[in-house]
């Protein structure tokens, strides 16, 4: 079986070459491994058809048919000989050192194989001759010859798994044989006997290929990884797939060749190809790119893959003459054309920019990466240059994962509360839990980046058991003040909700305190929906227990209704960016009351997130939106504010 693979050889290059595919040293060594084997299995195999072709002439001989036995085991004798010299000669390509890459080697190796493989068929046509030593099956000497007939070729399906061929040229001769003799001889046991026989045969063969293809896969991969650890050291600075410099060459050379641009890319839509059309074809795009790159990689310029489908180009615009934003965009461009098999903008780049080199490299792709993560945000085929304020959020998240520990010991960070309105009487229904932090240099923390860095600290089980508390310390305050019908709802990120035992510390949490689950509400957002199976069970006990399961920012995710089942969801929350400027856009208000009419055909509740203006609130009456939570409606307040406002009466909507 001939191997499929592609494995790629290329030269050192400093700053990037073409590189070279090639099969040929894959699929020899393939060649190689399956002869090495055939030759070592056959021998061994040789010597039990020895043996058994000797009793079979001593029970011709026993039944006085001594003459017949002979010249039969005078054949198989021959045969054998010429099978023991096939693999005992010396073949070019497998004992003399020749690469089996080699034209001539693969070809010797090949040629090898084929007459082991006529030397099998005629051995196998050798043992297809018992029937002529028991009477075509008919002598009392019969069970014994099909006997061996069954062992035989199940030894050699056993003993030969490296190339299908020869077991499969040997055992069908000597199983087809009894078959015509057992049809011949007629009546039911021997027709059934006979296709119990054929059915035997067929077994055999599939198992040979079987094992042939497990074989092969598995010399693949030896020889791939023999192939690496050769080329390692002359690979230690290159990317074997695409021929750029990898993350250590493009850092080595940099440091020899300091250029104040840096740009790093990251493909748009790659994902998807590596989804849709397989690896493969993932691996030929980024080959591509990399051919694109080289061939508008500026003068002394570094081109680099830093890992998956992320690049880097590190040069200098007053040596080149080529403005930061012309290369920019000549890049996006290069990109964005159509790859083989791809229709026009399916692949896409997105840059981020870093100016000056006086920082480190490492720190510069840091700041790339923080430009990168704007350019992406923004859309496909965009780039952006990193500047103060970037550099005030880098600095940022890096202060908040420095003094979150110390914020939450403190009792700096807080719990806010928003309100959620039911529409249609502006009673408050319930109240979003969200996490605030006033950083001492900083001002207010977003939340994402106080998640991020408590994630990074190794602090998201203590943030959360910190929330769970704030949330139970409110719906007992609120129980108390008469509002026991208002249901908080906390975020849960999905790294939380798939890594921690969420379950366990909300359900105890719960416990502790003494509250009802039907109080709570989890709030999910819809990438959370990308992994079922790793959140499903979660959800399930929270669900079973009696909380609430959201699905926030629905919309303009992944959510489907076959995952909304499966999720346990009670309630979706349109995402706010269809939500604002509803009373104004006509194409909003059609997206908005599908959800509204889906969710009450699934028995949803549904909320309206992001009302800014009484013209949302408005439009969202009209279309019998059931809840609504937004600025004009009610700011997120701390919990003395809310307790407030909620004593001795329930808030209303003005």
């Not at 010396?90 to 080699?102: A, E, N, V």
Request: aromatic content about 6%.
């Amino acid at each position: 079986m001939a191997a499929d693979a592609r494995t790629t050889s290329t030269p050192p290059v400093g700053y990037g070459s073409e590189p070279v595919t090639t099969d040929a040293a894959l699929d020899g060594a393939i060649r190689r491994d399956q002869l090495e084997a055939a030759r070592h299995s056959i021998l061994c195999a040789l010597a039990i058809n020895c043996l058994l072709g000797l009793a079979c002439f001593a029970v011709a001989f026993q039944a006085e048919q001594g003459m017949i036995g002979g010249v039969w085991f005078a054949l198989s004798a021959c045969a054998n000989l010429w099978r023991v010299y096939l693999c005992r000669a010396t073949c070019h390509g497998l004992d003399d050192g020749t690469s089996p890459s080699q034209g001539s080697a693969i070809g010797a190796i090949n040629r090898r194989l084929r007459w082991s493989t006529i030397a099998a068929l005629a051995s196998g046509s050798v043992w297809a001759g018992l029937p002529f030593l028991c009477g075509g099956y008919t002598s009392p000497q019969t069970l014994f010859y099909l006997t061996v007939t069954c062992g035989i070729t199940a030894g050699a399906v056993g003993y030969v798994i490296s190339f299908s061929r020869i077991p499969i040229a040997f055992i069908t001769p000597p199983l087809l044989s009894p078959t015509g003799c057992l049809l011949a001889v007629g009546g039911f046991d021997h027709v059934c006997l006979a296709f119990t026989v054929l059915i035997y045969l067929l077994a055999l063969a599939r198992t040979c290929r079987e094992t042939e293809a497990n074989f092969c896969r598995t010399s693949r991969l030896k020889n791939a990884a023999n192939a690496l650890a050769e080329r390692m050291a002359d690979r230690a600075t290159n990317d074997q797939l695409t021929g750029l410099l990898n993350r250590a060459g493009f850092a080595e050379q940099a440091e020899l060749n300091p250029a104040p641009c840096l740009m790093m890319l990251d493909l748009d839509g790659f994902k998807s190809v590596n989804d849709i059309f397989g690896h493969k074809k993932g691996d030929e795009v980024l080959g591509e790119v990399g051919r694109r790159l080289l061939a508008h990689r500026p003068t002394a310029g570094l081109v680099g893959r830093l890992g998956g489908d992320e690049f880097a180009i590190l040069y200098d615009p007053a040596l080149t003459g080529i403005p930061v934003r012309a290369l920019a965009e000549t890049v996006i461009a290069a990109i964005a054309e159509p790859f083989d098999t791809f229709e026009s903008g399916r692949v896409g780049v997105s840059i981020g920019i870093h100016l000056g080199g006086t920082e480190s490299l490492t720190e510069r792709l840091v700041c790339a990466d923080e430009a990168l993560y704007v350019a992406k945000s923004t859309g496909r085929n965009r780039f952006h240059t990193f500047d103060d304020t970037l550099r005030d959020r880098l600095d940022m998240r890096r202060d908040a994962e420095r003094d979150l520990p110390d914020a939450l010991m403190e009792g700096a960070v807080e719990l806010w509360f928003q309100p959620i309105y039911r529409v249609h009487d502006g009673e408050m229904a319930g109240l979003e839990a969200l996490i605030r932090w006033k950083h001492p240099r900083h001002g207010w923390v977003p939340p994402p980046e106080l998640i991020a860095a408590a994630a990074v600290t190794g602090l998201s089980e203590q943030l959360l058991g910190f929330i769970l508390d704030r949330v139970c310390q409110m719906k007992l305050a609120l129980c108390e003040r008469g509002a026991d019908a208002v249901r908080i709802a906390l975020n849960v990120c999905p790294r939380e909700l798939a890594q921690a035992p969420l379950d366990e510390i909300i359900l105890g949490k719960l416990r502790a305190f003494g509250l009802p689950a039907d109080g709570l509400e989890i709030e999910v957002t819809e990438d959370t929906a990308l992994d079922v199976a790793a959140v499903s069970e979660k959800l399930a006990n929270l669900s079973a227990a009696g909380i609430s399961i959201a699905i926030d920012d629905f919309g303009v995710g992944y959510s489907s209704l076959s995952r909304l089942r499966q999720l346990r969801v009670n309630r979706v929350k349109i995402d706010r960016s269809l939500v604002t400027g509803l009373g104004e856009a006509a194409d909003k208000r059609g997206l908005v009351q599908a959800v509204i009419d889906l969710g009450r055909a699934l028995k949803l509740e549904v909320v309206a997130e992001g009302v800014e203006t009484q013209s949302d609130l408005t439009a969202l009456r009209a279309m019998d939106c059931p809840f609504a939570q937004g600025y004009h409606l009610g700011l997120p307040m701390r919990a003395d504010d809310v307790l407030d406002a909620v004593a001795p009466t329930i808030l209303k909507v003005a």
